[in-house]
């Protein structure tokens, strides 16, 4: 077996470092999904009457949808009878610190290395923790307040805010948007909600750490944020899940809004379970993502992915405002058996809007990446542009990558640009490295980054340096 | 410092050493000569590691230990560095970054600490003054657009920095204009010390003039079939390889 072998088997065969299960009593729905589930979700939630019945019209239209077929990964569809749609970690009360957070729960996080205690003294992030889909600490709370900035856990928004979530949820991403969607909407049980006032800009980097925790559960995130007008915000979503044979389904629903002359920045690092090294087990991430951006507004779309099993994401922006402008950036790893198609949709439907994607692909192993992206011009957005650049990067002989750009446009005035390649990492690259000492994982890792650059450029410090490290370890040995 | 006996190696069947023999002592620059194809490189790169060539026989011993067990980083981390013929791009990783790493990868094998960043970029802009290299140098994507002059400046750069106990320069000076080869040769010069080697592979002996050797060798046909003091390095640009070639098939 030749050196580059071996490491390919020592690492294939390597665990997942964050497969492990954090025993905590939890107060679980039955199995399965009708209506009354989502009754008890929203009684035990304690949701006004308007949420509920916002729940099971979106439930009603889910009933009548089907699951999309268009997909380049194959699955095996989710029985959704056989999911548990309510998990919550058995509590007296809502937690004021974190000394009456459950002691299991903060060692998990602190086998992630993210010690709230660290997090907090050291990089000042806030963060809206949320662990099998009900938050259990919240921090720099009162800074934010403050400025008048809610950051707050979804359901908490619903009690405190409602007058904000009636105004803007599902606006952006309607119930009946798709299957997915529709399913979140109906039976979403937390997420984060942010709202930004006019004028400010919001001191600190928001972020939200997602774990999914509990056998068998689907995890439906449900996420808000809205920038009023001229305001800024800058907000990171991380996200591990420890191991299971099982694969679990994550639908989550992230919407923006940009109001005139806001920006929102949302970074995502996403690491969950990819299944073991013969495709069993991992996670489905099927998400909804989707901005709007009003007059002179800017989305900027981060995001560094490389766990689940099956990837089925496009933050998209709506450039619906004049001179507003769409940013994605993307890092998309796959390894091993995973599949990910994943991509943006840009529609300019404002005057001068401007859009840019550039999207890196890498795949190794027996993976499939594919990139999947729409740039779409109205009728009336004169001189629009978008510039995308799509590459990929390949590693070993089993994986396969492919780019499936669309681009319709309704003004002539529209110019758009796409550019695509497609590399190896090279035998004579690597060799080079080694001659300099460096080790073929170290190489391959410095070269990935390289490759990746221009888009981890794009991410906050502390993500960047944690994105990096989490490229090289999803990559370890898969040079052949 | 560097003993290599006997060493046979092969690429896909095809025999390309035949059996070398060579000794290089601390302090000394042995020059390697020969025609295209007698097997320079392939030297060079069997002694870095290269996995497409196959030893089928012999030894390299450096520093006592029989480097054929070893892997390249390895013996890039005992001191072995080879000046690439063809250095290899590396797009978005920049030559400070790429040195960083080198330098700490092998500080790291040896049990040391890894070196400072303001240490670090005091000695790159010490090595560079020597090469004559603008600072800007460093943030460019390693190889990536250079000029063949600048990557065969950015070798020695290296070389400079990882301060190795031999350094096997395989043609370097191709594609130098006589500037160029100026300064390389004195970035060479100022890292020779009684306690490193220089092994210099090339066709031509203009480099020789500027580093001198101690030892020059002509390589023919996978053997090193003459071995003298830097005067057949001249006699080889005088009358060029025909009359060695006629030397050996008389023996």
């Known amino acids: 077996m030749s050196n580059s072998d071996q490491i390919l088997d020592d690492v294939t065969k390597k665990e997942y470092e964050y497969g492990f299960y954090t025993e905590v009593e939890s107060d679980r729905a039955p199995k399965g999904l009708n209506e009354d589930i989502i009754r008890l979700i929203s009684t035990k939630k304690n949701e006004p009457e308007w949420m509920l019945e916002w729940r099971l019209d979106a439930y009603r239209k889910w009933l009548e949808m089907t699951e999309p077929t268009w997909l380049k990964p194959k699955y095996e569809k989710p029985n959704f009878q056989d999911i548990t749609y309510y998990a919550a970690p058995k509590k007296k009360k809502g937690p004021d610190s974190l000394d009456e957070v459950d002691p299991e729960l903060l060692k998990t996080f602190e086998k992630l290395g993210i010690s709230l205690d660290e997090q907090k003294r050291l990089t000042g992030v806030a963060m809206d923790v949320v662990v099998d889909s009900v938050s259990v600490a919240t921090t720099f709370k009162k800074t934010l307040r403050e400025l008048g900035i809610i950051f707050c856990s979804m359901s908490e928004a619903i009690q405190e805010h409602p007058e904000l979530v009636k105004k803007y949820l599902g606006t952006v991403v ?10 979140n909407s109906a039976v979403f049980t937390d997420g984060s909600f942010c709202y930004i006032p006019k004028g400010v800009k919001c001191p600190m980097e928001l972020s939200t750490y997602f774990r999914i925790n509990e056998a068998g559960t689907g995890q439906f995130e449900r996420t808000l944020v809205v920038a009023d007008a001229g305001s800024y915000v800058s907000y990171l979503e991380g996200c591990t899940a420890p191991q299971r044979d099982e694969n679990q389904l994550h639908a989550a629903v992230v919407e923006l809004v940009a109001l005139d002359d806001a920006e929102i920045k949302y970074s995502t690092v996403q690491n969950w379970y990819p299944g073991d090294a013969n495709g069993k087990g991992g996670v489905y991430n099927f998400v909804t993502k989707r901005g709007i951006c009003e007059k002179n507004a800017k989305i900027s779309w981060t995001q560094v992915e490389t766990g689940s099993a099956v990837t089925w994401k496009y933050p998209s922006c709506i450039l619906k405002g004049d001179n507003s402008i769409g940013e994605f950036y993307s890092v998309a790893v796959t390894n091993n058996h995973q599949q990910a198609d994943t991509g943006t949709k840009m529609i300019h439907l404002g005057k001068n809007t401007k859009s840019t994607i550039i999207s890196k692909g890498i795949c190794a192993g027996s993976s499939d990446g594919s990139y999947r992206g729409l740039v779409k011009i109205g009728p009336r957005a004169h ?58 994982e170290e190489a391959v890792a410095l070269i990935v980054n390289g490759y990746a650059k221009e888009v981890l450029n794009k991410l906050p410090m502390e993500f960047a340096v944690e994105a990096q490290k989490l490229l090289a370890i999803s990559l370890e040995g898969s040079v052949g | 410092m560097l003993d290599i006996k006997n060493l046979h190696a092969s690429i896909e069947e095809k025999d390309i050493l035949k059996g070398i023999n ?25 002694i870095a590691g290269r996995e497409d060539y196959e030893v089928t026989d012999g030894s390299i011993d450096f520093l006592g230990e029989n480097v054929l067990d070893l892997s390249p980083e390895e013996r890039a981390q005992l001191g072995i560095f080879l000046s690439f013929q063809y250095p290899i791009e590396i797009p978005g990783v920049s030559v400070s970054n790429f040195l960083k790493t080198s330098i700490n990868e092998i500080r790291k094998a040896k049990g040391e600490e890894p070196m400072g960043a303001a240490d670090l970029l005091k000695k790159m802009r010490e090595k560079l003054k020597v090469l004559e290299m603008d600072k800007a140098f460093l ?18 750069f290296q070389m400079a920095m990882l301060e190795p106990k031999l350094a096997i320069l395989d043609e370097t000076d191709s594609g130098l204009d006589i500037d160029a080869l100026r300064i390389v040769a004195q970035g060479v010069n100022k890292f020779r010390n009684k306690d490193n080697a220089v092994v210099v592979i090339t066709h031509y002996q203009r480099l020789l003039d500027y580093i001198v050797p101690d030892v020059v060798h002509v390589l023919m046909d996978g053997k090193i079939v003459k071995t003298g003091d830097k005067n057949l390095a001249l006699e080889l640009e005088d009358k060029g390889y025909d009359w060695i070639k006629k030397e050996v098939a008389s023996l």
């Open chain 2, 139 to 156: 943030s460019r994507s390693l190889n990536e657009g250079f000029s063949g002059g600048e990557k065969k400046r950015n070798e020695i």
């Open chain 1, 383 to 440: 001189n629009a542009r978008n510039f995308s650049q799509c590459d990929s990067l390949l590693m070993g002989d089993g994986c396969g990558s492919h780019t499936f750009p669309y681009i319709e446009t309704q003004n002539k005035t529209a110019k758009i640009e796409h550019e695509a390649t497609t590399s190896k990492i090279g035998e004579d690259q690597i060799f080079y490295c080694n001659q300099r000492g460096i080790g073929t």
């Open chain 1, 174 to 183: 309607p119930k009946s948007d798709n299957f997915y969607a529709a399913l």
């Open chain 2, 22 to 46: 060579l000794q290089v002592k601390p302090g000394e620059v042995h020059a390697i000569m020969g025609p295209n194809g007698s097997g320079k490189s392939t030297l060079s790169s069997v």
